[in-house]
């Protein structure tokens, strides 16, 4: 009895999340297939998902795109290292992972027609990660045997929103930097000129926090709606805030108390580093992390002191 009262309640859990006991019985055989127990079930098994995971149109978890630009995917380790919540309970337990370059486990033509078909069923979010490559008329970056902006375009115009993760993917990031021959610009900046009005999302970070990812996600596929964001398209609840705002100095700069000096007494105390040229007050943050500047050794000041701090 023991034993039936927990599978009872197993199976009550997996029904709320929208998989039935086929399904899950079928992943059950993938993942034997994958540990090399029987190859003579590989087929049958590829059969099964191919026709009831991959396209589907019902369930519970939010299918995901998530497309890899030029990139180091440096976004996608940082993900994949991630600890709470970590990338499995992501995974199988918020949304349905149909395409990663990197994640997936299939390669080749069996992810690409993965990713068809998810696009084909809609209703999915589609993560980039990376910069889009518009040099050479998109030969500058080619994936699949088509130029990567293809697979930009074809992904987005039919995603519920699209998320820019990471600064590559935001604004071209290193890669825009002159002299810029591959032409890497951001996301949202290509879209734009492309005539694409899915809604995009831009979450910066070299690479990006996984936690504000993760963050997004809850907010679309549970609360079913898009967080507040800001005129450059970020979450406010993340890049709402400057470092100035939570800075650990704050109160010394409330009262006029400011270092004018490396290696003096006010720097010793803990001074406001205002006058040494900080842009706390300019720099957009999430609250949660400490701010940089409270090392007054981790910047190097401008010859004057700058006015906007």
Known sequence: MEKEAKTTEFMDTLDARGISRRSFMKLCGAVVAAAGVSQLTVPQVAQALEESVIGAKEGSLYPVIWIEGASCTGCTESFAQSADPDPASVILELISLNYSETLSAAAGYSMEKAKSQTIEAGHYILVYEGAVLEGWQGQALRVANKPGIEHLVEAAKSANYVVALGSCAVNGGWMGARPNSAGATGVQSYLKKAGISTPVVNIPGCPANPEWLVALLVDIVL???????????????????????????????????????????????????????????????????????????????????????
């Open 223 to 309: 609360m079913k709606t898009v967080p507040s964001l800001t005129s450059e398209n970020k979450p406010s609840a993340i890049f709402g805030e400057t470092i100035h705002d939570n800075c650990e100095r704050r109160g010394h700069f409330e009262n006029g108390e400011f270092v004018y000096k490396f290696g003096s007494e006010e720097e010793k105390k803990g001074y406001c580093l205002y006058p040494l040229g900080c842009r706390g007050p300019q720099t957009k943050t999430n609250s949660g992390i400490p701010p940089y500047h409270n090392n007054p050794r981790s910047f190097v000041p401008p010859s004057s002191p700058s006015m906007c701090c």
